[in-house]
């Protein structure tokens, strides 16, 4: 069974989390600021996960999606929309002839607990419907007793029916216990063909943090170093504020570089955080802060 | 084009700086009988600060005769849950100033905001919490049996690298132990340790406890043969360390000493290697490389060498030089005029010698006293960047083979202050720990203090501990 080939790399908590704490104290003023909360929005998946998702409230997510603060020309549309596998066919359609894109969430979404042709099922329905972007889940339960075979080859599985849509690999990093772990994930992710690591299903008690990310992307340095290949980060759940976001760029730039500053290489997964960005904005740009009730609620 | 540059984020908050400032004797702020001032300057930008105080003999005399007053009439009199509330006082005005005084300590050391802002102040306030809570606590210092008696009168001389900072772990102890002091900060940042002056002015300590003189080295070698100062703590460079101890030898005087350091970072091939960097980066570009416990020898295991050169180079790029003021600057300003040439000329020394030099790629701002992050590769223990202290941005990386010559080199210096020691196998990390000559070592981290955690040195940096139950014992009769 193929496997990771790429050396095992440690990782020592303390320092860790240390080094992502320092790189969450950047000052980012003015300027950087604006820039900041633009660029984070470019990169969003805008996402809406939830068992009472209908066409409606898909719909209204795609236009917001495309046009997050009507009058503001300045306000880019976000990356993509996420969403279920039964309504990409709604968000596809919302979204025609939009930048935006259509990304499903796809092979047993959020567990990971079927059997591989199930998974292939759903990936192959999501593509059908017209998805340009797969955001599958690993087997943790796999990963976790050893089996890193199964992950390996169920995501090079995934990975070739996708085609040219591109996969982004979730490995729900607040199931792995350890950061070495997460590594090791990322590394088995990200050789198994991910085009993008993802942190979280936005479904578990810890989703995405600054360590996390930081070591995601140190994973991704090390394997473009490797391979010359640059691979993307995505981070989601529990990214609610402008702070949040602006640190991910932080750890992103100074990690990575500027070349992984881009919706190519970079996506945030989250609902609520493009409503603070937009509030943001507008203080950055006019002086005061609008009342909530100015910022489209979708 | 570079993406979402930082914008300048510079500390807006302006502290009070006086256009003179006197002595501080006996409570009162007072000319130098001399009537002669010297200049502090600002060594990111070159402009005077404030005037300040050159203390002379007479000066000192009297520092030292309000401190013997205080100390008979009434401090070691006075009950130690009393001193106590007055170091505690200390301590939360410390915190409750910490804005003000870190941008102050920036400005007159060059240090950047963001480590005075998170290091120095809190850790200052942190000691004289920790030591408020030992004053009346002190017969647990001592053997069982035996009284908790204080000395007396203490000279204290403290450095240029973190001033604030190095006043707090002597006088924080000190005055817990019931003695009374003479503190004289160092000459090209003397404003914080004034600035603590007048927060012990308004703290009401009694008059004379803590006096402070400014001055340069003819001022602290006059406190050091004053003949009734009962101990001198010192610390600061190897060099004046043994001048001190060589005049001191034979005198009943106490002595502590915490001096240079030349300490081996030892990186092996199963380190977390990622973390690893970030260690040595810390260990050497922490504060300018100012630190007398800086990891400035690097030895790598020859296997990864290369690998280390290139992660290093890289990441010393992502480095920002610049602002000390400048909320993200990660390299502020050489601290002087003096230690820069001292850097250059060192630096200049291992080019000669033929190691090679790497340097983080950036322009220095066109004023104030600038040096770029630095390593050296190919240096062998002969070269002089291999055995003596840069106290600079400089690291100077090695090989070793196996961890017998690892804990070869390293022990391979007088030095012997800290340590830092990465490799993932616990048992390999107790075994060179417990052979390395040095007074901390750091196993899979690197400068993390505690009050509450004792430092010093082996040999030529010195003797004695500062910080914890360690650092009482060095304040007490015994």
């Known amino acids: ?298 | 084009m570079a993406i979402f540059d930082y914008a300048p984020a510079p500390e807006s908050v302006r502290p009070q700086i006086r256009e003179d400032y006197g002595l501080f004797i006996d409570g009162r702020w007072m000319p130098p009988e001399s009537g002669a001032f010297f200049e502090t300057v600002n060594p990111a930008n070159e402009t005077v600060l404030a005037r300040v105080a050159q203390a002379g003999q007479a000066d000192v005399d009297r520092a030292v005769r309000a401190a013997r007053k205080a100390y008979d009439k009434y401090w070691r009199k006075l009950k130690s849950a009393d001193r106590a509330k007055y170091i505690y006082r200390i301590a939360r005005a410390i915190t409750e100033r910490s804005r003000e005084l870190a941008v102050l300590e920036t400005m007159d050391g060059g240090k950047p905001i963001k480590e005075s802002r998170d290091f120095d102040i809190p850790m200052s306030a942190a000691h004289f919490f920790y030591y408020a809570g030992w004053a009346d606590k002190l017969e647990w210092v001592m053997r069982a049996g035996r009284d908790a008696q204080s000395l007396g009168v203490c000279g204290q001389i403290v450095p240029w690298n973190f001033p604030l900072l190095m006043a707090a772990w002597k006088l924080a102890p000190a005055l817990a132990c019931g003695n009374t002091v003479v503190l004289k900060p160092a000459e090209t940042t003397p404003l914080t340790a004034l600035a603590l002056a007048q927060i012990i002015e308004e703290c009401d300590l009694p008059p004379g406890v803590v006096n402070v003189v400014t001055g340069d080295g003819t001022t602290g070698a006059a406190l050091v043969e004053h003949p009734d100062v009962d101990k001198i703590a010192f610390t600061g460079s190897t060099e004046v360390g043994k001048a001190i101890a060589r005049r001191l030898g034979g005198s009943d005087k106490r002595l502590t000493l915490e001096l240079g350091g030349k300490a081996a970072h030892i990186v092996f091939a199963d380190a977390p290697m990622d973390q690893a960097i970030e260690g040595v980066v810390n260990g050497i570009y922490f504060n300018q490389g100012h630190v007398c416990c800086a990891g400035s020898r690097l030895l790598v295991e020859e296997r990864v060498h290369d690998e280390i050169i290139v992660r290093l180079t890289e990441r010393l790029q992502t480095l920002r030089l610049g602002d000390p003021l400048d909320k993200n600057t990660d390299i502020g300003a050489i601290n002087s005029r003096a230690q820069l040439e001292r850097i250059e000329e060192l630096v200049r020394s291992g080019v000669e010698q033929g190691a090679t030099l790497v340097q983080q790629q950036c322009d220095l701002p066109s004023r104030g006293f600038f040096f770029p992050a630095s390593f050296f590769t190919n240096v062998h223990q002969s070269h002089r960047i291999a055995r003596e202290e840069i106290f600079g941005p400089v690291l100077s990386i090695l090989t070793f083979r196996t961890p017998d010559e690892a804990v070869e080199k390293a022990n391979n210096t007088p030095y012997g202050l800290s340590a830092g020691i990465w490799t993932e196998k616990g048992s390999k990390n107790m075994w060179v720990a417990q052979r390395l000559r040095a007074g901390v070592v750091w196993c899979n981290t690197f400068n993390q203090f505690d009050p509450s955690s004792p430092f010093g040195g082996y040999r030529e940096s010195g003797f004695g501990r500062e910080g914890g139950v360690h650092g009482l014992y060095e304040y007490l009769a015994h």
């Not at chain 1, 633009?38 to 495309?66: F, W």
């Not at chain 1, 997050?68 to 002839?97: D, E, I």
Request: neutral net charge; contains cysteine; charged residues 25%.
């Open chain 1, 1 to 298: 069974m193929p496997t990771l080939t790429g050396p095992l790399v440690n990782v020592e908590a303390v320092m860790l989390e240390s080094r992502a704490n320092a790189l969450s104290q950047r000052s980012i003023k003015t300027s950087a600021k604006l820039e900041g909360i633009t660029l984070a929005i470019r990169c969003i998946d805008l996402t809406t996960l939830e068992g009472k998702d209908s066409r409606g409230r898909v719909r209204s997510l795609c236009a917001k999606a495309v046009n997050p603060r009507p009058g503001w020309p300045n306000v880019p549309s976000v990356a993509a929309v996420c969403v279920y596998p039964n309504l990409v066919p709604v968000a596809k359609q919302a979204l025609s002839g939009t930048s935006v894109k259509v990304a499903s969430v796809a092979t047993a979404f959020p567990s990971g607990l079927s059997s591989l042709d199930v998974k292939l099922a759903d990936t192959a329905a999501a593509l059908e419907s017209g998805a340009d972007e797969i955001d599958m889940v690993i087997d943790r339960g796999a990963f976790l007793s050893g089996d890193e075979g199964t992950v390996f080859a169920e995501i090079g599985a995934v990975k070739q029916l996708c085609g040219n849509a591109h996969l982004k690999v979730i490995l729900e990093t607040g199931e792995l216990g350890t950061y070495d772990n997460i590594r090791r994930a990322s590394d088995l992710a990200l050789e198994a063909g991910a085009d993008v690591i993802k942190t979280s299903t936005g479904k578990v008690g810890t989703n995405a943090t600054f360590p996390t990310a930081l070591v995601m992307c140190e994973a991704i340095r090390d394997f473009a170093r490797r391979t010359g290949e640059r691979r993307g980060l995505k981070v989601a759940g529990g990214v609610r504020n402008t702070k949040q976001a602006l640190t991910y760029l932080v750890i992103v730039k100074e990690t990575l570089g500027d070349a992984w500053l881009t919706p190519d290489r970079f996506r945030i997964g989250a609902s609520s955080l493009l409503d603070d960005l937009l509030m943001q904005l507008e203080k950055e740009e006019t002086g005061h802060y609008a009342g909530t009730d100015y910022i489209p609620k979708d």
